[in-house]
């Protein structure tokens, strides 16, 4: 007789997170753009992560030995009390040991991850153009943060039986509930650009980075990413480059209308992003 084995349905987890913010003015309705303690792009990635459990078990592993390592000892973030680095893994607040042993933790794990970057100077722009025709238009940072999750998930929701997406943890129910609709908006592009019906169940869910190691990881993917744009440091982003499938500038217009897609063709340096 012969064997002939059923393929197993296949889940697709992603992980999202965000870098920077998308505050654009003060209480004042003053342009705070690229002033202190206000970043200049707003940039949301998703990680999509082969084995979850794996990456996560293989993060709490790493955190144990880190704690336990007599040279890290005095490391503040490290501290229990901090709930900082002894509670899950953060590039922005992890020393230089502890964020170079995590990356080269996650590029021995299967994931590829994609992000959408967004110039806030020239969303400022637009949003000011607006105004001058709708005087009563306000713009609330919930607005890019929803947008940029319908175009991020545009062509990644139709191929696999069934999706699991988990956000790192923003607020409310009601925010969960928007970030479904933007989820079903990004099928709707799918259907209105390709006419592709996609029927695959889709879970979304709210989660603290420590219950998830992948939102830990996007979030190292993220930071490396941020520095490139914010600061044209290239050393992080050129260390997991190898795992990024796709990262679309939006606003960067200089060649084309709807911005660039630097690929593993069109590999993103410093000399890339926009100056």
């Known amino acids: 007789m012969t064997d002939v084995s ?3 349905p296949r889940t697709c987890h992603y992980f999202v997170d965000e870098a920077g913010d998308g505050t654009l003015f003060n209480k004042k309705k003053q342009v ?3 002033r202190e303690g206000c970043s200049s792009y707003f940039i949301l990635g998703a990680l999509e992560v082969a084995d979850p459990q794996a990456l996560h078990d293989a993060l709490e592993e790493l955190r144990a030995g880190l704690r336990a390592d007599p040279y890290l000892a005095k490391v503040p973030s490290l501290q229990p009390r901090r709930n900082k ?5 953060h590039a922005k607040d992890d020393c230089p040991e502890v964020r170079r042993e995590v990356y080269r933790l996650l590029m021995q794990h299967d994931m590829r991850f994609f992000a959408v970057v967004r110039d806030k100077a020239v969303i400022t722009e637009k949003v000011q ?4 025709t709708t005087p009563t238009y306000r713009y609330h940072p919930n607005q890019l943060y929803d947008r940029c999750v319908s175009r991020l998930f545009k062509e990644r929701l139709h191929k696999e039986d069934s999706y699991v997406i988990r956000f790192s943890r923003r ?3 009601a925010r969960t509930e928007a970030l479904q609709h933007a989820i079903e908006q990004a099928r709707s592009n799918i259907r209105l650009s390709w006419g592709i019906e996609a029927a695959s169940p889709i879970e979304i869910m709210a989660a603290k980075p420590a219950a998830a190691g992948g939102l830990q990881a996007v979030d190292y993917f993220l930071w490396a990413l941020q520095r490139l744009y914010e ?3 290239e050393r992080y982003w050129e260390f997991v480059a190898a ?3 796709l990262v679309h500038d939006v606003d960067d217009t200089r060649a084309n209308a709807y911005g660039v897609y630097y690929t593993k063709k069109n590999p993103l340096s410093k000399d ?3 100056k």
């Open 85 to 89: 680095t002894a509670l899950a893994f």
């Open 171 to 173: 607020g409310n129910r």
């Open 243 to 245: 795992k990024a499938s």
């Open 231 to 233: 600061r044209n440091e």
């Open 32 to 34: 705070v753009v690229g």
């Open 6 to 8: 059923i393929p197993q």
């Open 129 to 132: 153009e607006h105004n001058k």
């Open 272 to 274: 890339g992003p926009k």
